[in-house]
């Protein structure tokens, strides 16, 4: 049994009142790529503490098995030492120290207390190679991008000699072409004898690189696929995922699009600390009623700031351009304003800028639409329990009253309640960044429902996604943008992958270029 | 799917909740109110009934409320997760310039009243400006406050106590309600008045159940209901008794009462509490949903500079002398209130009912162990050790919760 690297045997694990793990059962092959699919609180993340000794021996029943030896993790120092390192969704850096310093970090280079900084650097530099990150180890981490952040993560993970990574989500806050990095980098780590084990939800990356699947359904293992067999394909892991046949990933769209709804002219944005570069330039745009558009982009291609731009200029210095609603001029001078002209703006992080997570579902809900629910300036608050009760209905919220703090809620359920919030404030034009981010399957189903309905209401929707599939199956038109502009503008027809991943790379300088070239090719 | 079984049931029949809900929902209020009565009934018996008698309920109201009243203002702040370090060098200052102007330059003692806080409202503007516009950490722009004010309040009284007020000024914090009804040694007045608060509570109760059962919510019980208000029906009553049995209602309890219920309105019942705590659970998000978080956050200092103005006064028009050293250490009593009542040192939570329970908890365990001969050295350290416990309690009821 030496190919076997990790065996993971029938590990159950409760926490009061809730079995998270229920015999679940994991064998990871030495020198393979092993994907853990399965949806939100299906006992991936739960599953990998256990293996880290996040949750010590004991604290669980079961069997861990690394090499053949049993093992008892009492800390995650414990499972370091012999080789296994996890990287966390959220990444664990001190954006105030170097990447030398971060890399080292609790691993310090040192002599009895006193670091030695020469081989810090020397070790750092190596390790920065390794991953093919150019940078100076002296940086701030603070000042990379995410992207970057990442593959300080995956240095600081190779100090400590790994043997067997996990990586919990590595590409969900990355953009398309970090991501493909990131993805090459397992490769190579997979060639120099290093097994992996990732977590994603994000099935495309996990076909591209994975070597065998297991799937967690409710605290359960169902079933280890390999990637090899030719009948494995997203549809397949899905349907493991869920537990039954998921035939549409995409609500069917019969869009009845009527007259324009919102429109942008010569729309400017500053960067509201460096007021000298712009952040939008000459953005022009329109939305229709009934008509869903995306705005694709890559990671800080400015679609958020254009988004927050437009919704009361929340973001952003020096605006300039003017917006219509139905044709009439309006100036959007601050979210009041916005949403009194009717204007609702889903944030790209729920739980940093969407929802107040300690107050309960109904607070939530009523707060973006307080004068509904008033006399005067007086909350009435039965009526805003009924309301969030019909929204509790209405959207499939899952939960057992409106009186739930909002912070106790799925990532999909959470989502809910932004979207209740912002349908109640009864806009004309929905801006949603990001809605279905960190949200599983099923429950991206149902959001997707929803956009579409709100769209057969007539509303406007303008929708930012990172997840190209997603553009593609709801939008009716599509805007590209790189570097503050619109670089392209597809309809739903002409929209494929390539076709936006070309625009979202095209850069003004060879504004010619790039149009002709992409005439040919879309030609062929 | 799944989810469809779970669809609310038709609520063809009035749900009550049972008594268990009703409890866990409320868990944090009923704790509160369960600690100040053991305390209470502790030292009730330590000091053999002492605490309770008539002089010393209304002593501990006298000597407490200039403290109650600042908590209600840090409580404000507390919720849109700021702190005011200067409350008591503000109080000390407002005293000194009332005392200036009533006693120095003989200026009307219901002027003076309304400048001091005026000039309240204005240093609550000057830090709320800082805070809320420049963005400076309210510790920062109110420990500056501190010195400043605490500097002026010994530039303005050249480091020498004035005195006295006259009568009108002082009767704010000493003078009682006159008795209209007449009557030998029971306060009739005072009677009358607890016996009809205490009926307008029950009837607003009343009616506030039966909206809810217009509107087809799930009840509360509808025994422990009438146990509720059963109980706060005769401790009103009982209350109004005792006060009757000595002097009556005082000034200041009628002062204190006013601002208990109004700040209790405005921060469950209107927009404006709304957009308070909103502030203070995540401020972002309460800037995209169309809250003006400057204008609030300012508007919550001002508001903390009238209460410290008008805390000031209390404390001068009590002590009949505005002095250097008024408002020694009166922050930290208010901040300790609020949070010994619930509130989060991380915004977004916590209450003006909790805040005076907390001041209340205070004010009896300074009052109890005075009345016991503990010495001001031992009660400091006693109060810094329930403070400790009542927020450790808090945050371990929390993370059980979780």
Known sequence: MSDILLEMKNIIKEFPGVKALDGVSLKVKEGEIHALCGENGAGKSTLMKVLSGVYPHGTYSGEILFNGDACAFKTIKDSEQLGIVIIHQELALVPYLSIAENIFLGNEQSRRGIINWHQTTIKTKELLKKVGLKENPDTKVGDIGVGKQQLVEIAKALSKNAKLLILDEPTASLNEKDSENLLQLMLEFKKQGISSIIISHKLNEIEKVADSITILRDGQSVETLSMKDSE???????????GRDLTHRYPDRRPNIRQTIFEVKKWNVHHPLHAHRKVIDEVDLHVRSGEIVGIAGLMGAGRTELAMSLFGKSYGKKISGQTFLRGEEVVLDGVDKAIGHGLAYVSEDRKDSGLILMEDIKTNISLASLKQICSRFVVNKNKEVQVAEEYRRKLNIKTPSVYQKAGLLSGGNQQKIVLSKWILSNPELLILDEPTRGIDVGAKYEIYTIIDELAQQGKGILMISSELPELLGMCDRIYVMNEGRITGEVTREEASQEVLMRYMTKRKESDHHAKSAGITEKAR | MQSQLELPKKQDKQQELSVGQVIRNNMRQYTMIVTLTVIMLLFQLLTDGLLLKPLNITNLILQNAHILVLAIGMVLVIITGHIDLSVGSVAAFVGAVSGIMIINHNVPTFLAIIISLLLGAVIGAWQGFWVAYVKIPAFIVTLAGMLIFRGLTMVALEGKSIAPYPDAFQSMSAGFIPD????????????????????????????????????????????????????????????AYVLATYEGIPNILVILGVLVLLYSFVTNQTTAGRHIYAIGGNEKAAQLSGIKTKKVTFWVFVNMGVLSALSGLLFAARLNAATPKAGNLFELDAIAACFIGGASAYGGIGTVAGAIIGGLVMGIMNNGMSLLGVGIDWQQGIKGFVLLAAVALDIYNKNKAA
């Open chain 2, 180 to 239: 209209w009804l007449g009557g030998g040694s029971l306060h009739v007045t005072t009677m009358v008045i607890g016996f009809v608060l205490s009926l307008l509570y029950v009837f607003n109760e009343w009616k506030a159940r039966n909206n809810q059962l217009s509107y087809g919510f799930d009840l509360q019980p509808a025994g422990l209901f009438i146990a509720k208000l059963a109980v706060i029906f005769i401790v009103l009553n009982l209350f």
């Open chain 1, 232 to 242: 494995v394909n997203e549809d397949r892991i899905i349907k493991g995922m869920v």
